[in-house]
């Protein structure tokens, strides 16, 4: 119940902040603000969410903040920007590599290549894409000091917080992800059962079978779309 009221509130805070400094602030670069925020710790959010209340319509309004968040952003840029109907636009080399990774990424999302359905491939698109709205936003921030620090400051406070996580991880001999019903969460909602000496992922293990800690994170090694 702790970990529950720990992570659900920082969930809720992270949200109910981010969505005031966007729409009411105009500060669309927000956006990437509580994506470092809320992403890290993502999977330890659902899973918590889930285990504490076992309904998946809980975990799907957690699940999708985080595109609300981004619409939130795509209408403050909008709405607040001044001159954006005179806005130019100027493409960087970086600029033309990112969107034609994202146009093949889309192409094969709708083409009839490989064993995963249309609606899966769509699905990982969408996580795709999600790095190309970042990079959009990134490239669109104002970067004045203010901006900068805040960005900064969070990176490594989650950075911190982090190596905590681990460290008691370590110490205690056991994953985190023990205590977040991430299990259970993986096998309702992404049909996967548990695996490995652990019953977690086999993500969670190395190959000799000695523990893999991830903090709070999802495990480095796992391709689930969330």
């Given at each position: 119940?702790?970990?529950?009221l ?6 809720l ?5 981010s969505?005031y400094k966007i729409?009411?602030?105009g500060?669309?670069?927000y956006?990437i603000?509580?994506?470092c ?10 899973s918590?969410?889930y285990k504490?209340?076992g309904s998946t ?6 699940q999708?903040a985080?595109?609300?968040i981004v619409?939130f952003a795509?209408l ?10 005179t806005?130019?636009y100027k493409l960087?080399?970086?600029?033309i590599?990112?969107i034609?990774?994202?146009l093949?990424a889309f192409?094969y999302?709708?083409?009839p290549?490989?064993?995963?359905g249309i609606?899966?491939?769509?699905a990982y698109?969408k996580?795709i894409?999600?790095?190309?709205i970042?990079y ?13 620090s ?6 490594l406070?989650?950075?911190?917080i ?6 008691a991880?370590?110490?205690m001999g056991?994953h985190?992800?023990?205590y977040t019903?991430?299990?259970q969460y993986?096998k309702?909602?992404?049909?996967i059962?548990?695996?490995g ?7 969670f293990?190395?190959?000799?079978g000695?523990k ?10 796992s391709?689930?779309?969330?």
């Amino acid at each position: 119940m702790m970990l529950f009221l720990l992570f659900f509130s920082a969930a809720l805070l992270a949200i109910a902040y981010s969505s005031y400094k966007i729409l009411f602030k105009g500060s669309s670069e927000y956006v990437i603000v509580f994506m470092c925020l809320y992403l890290p710790a993502y999977i330890t959010i659902l899973s918590l969410v889930y285990k504490q209340t076992g309904s998946t319509a809980a975990v799907v309004v957690f699940q999708y903040a985080k595109e609300l968040i981004v619409l939130f952003a795509f209408l403050a840029f909008i709405f607040f920007k001044r001159d954006f109907l005179t806005w130019s636009y100027k493409l960087l080399s970086i600029d033309i590599v990112f969107i034609s990774f994202l146009l093949l990424a889309f192409a094969y999302a709708i083409l009839p290549l490989g064993a995963a359905g249309i609606p899966e491939k769509l699905a990982y698109f969408k996580n795709i894409l999600m790095l190309g709205i970042m990079y959009f936003f990134g490239r669109n921030f104002s970067k004045s000091g203010r901006d900068t620090s805040v960005v900064t400051n969070v990176i490594l406070s989650v950075a911190f917080i982090a190596f905590f996580f681990v460290a008691a991880e370590s110490a205690m001999g056991t994953h985190f992800h023990s205590y977040t019903g991430y299990a259970q969460y993986n096998k309702a909602l992404n049909e996967i059962e548990p695996t490995g000496e652990y019953m977690l992922s086999w993500t969670f293990e190395t190959a000799a079978g000695h523990k893999r800690y991830s903090s709070f994170f999802l495990p480095r090694l796992s391709s689930q779309v969330q």
